[in-house]
């Protein structure tokens, strides 16, 4: 970014750190508008490439590290054996194929979370399947676990100058065509080719826009899925922690029973929640969703049931039992309840849609100045 850029911005002022900060804030405001006229899916991966551009210009690159990463002093956090620089991530389906992850790692993030990454490549449902509801500040999506495959994936993986301090997890899941019965094995693929490469797995069984992919949430199957894992994991050297993701549309029984499969499958921890199939409470007409049709809704809407799952999770499960609290979180507020709730780390993905990309810098400012006690 040159220094006529920097002027442009900053409206010919003297461009000091807390005022680029600001106009930077400022500026998504401004091109908000204009990306949002764009289709939701083409604008991500048109931005995407915008920033893979900038960060390989090393004056831009130290630049957007300057105004958006802030500050990880007094926030390292400890959880399931491993050190994160910060609680925050990024939460899968932002970076499918871990094509970006140099790049969101500029936003401040003290992991990143690739996926869902399923055995063999996969195009996903039809477009267009990813939609806005700017009066929700939401998203719906029916994406389909589109994905380049899990061999894609390890390929970039392994040739990944991976960011100084950076935790990298693996979201795994099953082909499409996958009959529930066979699974099983879909997720075996993707574990024992990523195992090497990644900090971690979470196991996605959760998104509701895979047929029948919601099924293996029942108790048995979900039972045999997590044990069958958690063997293949244990076997030869470093196993990985392995963590379970859940939709927020369980009831208290369901979550019962994820927590006693949890304890007997030795999980590391549950990522509380992946996108819902309700559509209350929106703000936005009925016409409007109703035309969009299926999808996983996410976004603001989901905060108060994701933090009431995440709170009910945390006075039912031993205190080993890592919590990782992600829907809804767009604002240090959000994030604070979530702590509260009971999480050690929380991940974000459609906040940043609608707040901008300082939304990690403005949390983590906000956990400098009131540490959370848990």
């Known amino acids: 970014m040159d220094q006529i850029t920097l002027l442009f911005i900053t409206g010919n002022k003297v461009p000091t750190p807390h005022y680029l900060c600001r106009s ?5 405001d401004l091109v908000k508008p204009l990306v949002f006229r764009l289709d939701a899916e083409k604008a991500h991966y048109l931005t995407m490439g915008l920033l893979q551009t900038l960060a390989d210009i090393p004056p831009a690159h130290d630049l957007l590290h300057r105004l958006w990463y802030g500050k990880d002093t007094g926030l390292t956090t400890s959880a399931f054996g491993l050190t994160f620089r910060n609680p925050i991530g990024l939460a ?11 790049e969101m790692a500029l936003l401040g993030f003290g992991y990143i ?29 029916r994406m389909g676990f589109n994905n380049d495959g899990v061999d894609a994936a390890a390929y970039r993986l392994e040739r990944l100058i991976r960011p100084e301090g950076l935790i990298i997890g693996g979201n795994i899941g099953k082909n499409k065509d996958t ?25 996605n069984v959760s998104s ?10 029942d108790k048995e199957p979900l039972r045999q899925l997590m044990l069958r894992l ?11 922690p392995l963590l379970l993701k859940i939709a927020p549309d369980l009831q208290e029984g369901q979550l019962n029973d994820i927590v006693d499969i949890a304890m007997e499958a030795r999980l590391a921890g549950l990522v509380a929640t992946n996108t819902t ?24 809407p989901l905060r108060e049931r994701s933090t009431t799952i995440l709170s009910y999770l945390s006075k039912h499960c031993p205190s080993d039992l890592t919590l990782i609290g992600v829907g809804g979180i767009d604002s240090p507020e959000a994030a604070r309840e979530r702590f509260d709730a009971g999480a050690r780390l929380i991940q974000v993905y459609s906040g940043l849609i609608f707040a901008g990309p300082t939304l990690v810098k403005s949390i983590k400012q906000d956990l400098r100045s009131h540490p959370v006690s848990n």
Do not use: H
């Open 24 to 28: 930077m804030r400022n500026l998504y």
């Open 92 to 102: 899968a389906g932002f970076d499918k194929d871990a094509r970006f992850i140099r």
């Open 113 to 141: 979370e690739i996926g869902t990454v399923t055995p063999r490549p996969q195009s996903g449902n039809p477009t267009p399947r990813l939609f806005r509801l700017p009066q929700d500040q939401a998203l719906i999506n």
């Open 179 to 203: 009959p529930n019965d066979q699974a099983v094995e879909d997720y075996l693929i993707c574990l024992r080719k990523l195992k090497p490469l990644v900090d971690y797995f979470v196991v």
């Open 208 to 217: 509701p826009n895979t047929p029948g992919l919601r099924e293996l949430q």
């Open 230 to 240: 958690q063997d293949e994991n244990q076997r030869g050297s470093s196993p990985r």
């Open 277 to 300: 199939i309700e559509r209350q409470p929106l703000v936005s007409p009925a016409t409007e969703w109703q035309e969009i049709g299926a999808g996983g809704l996410s976004g603001r």
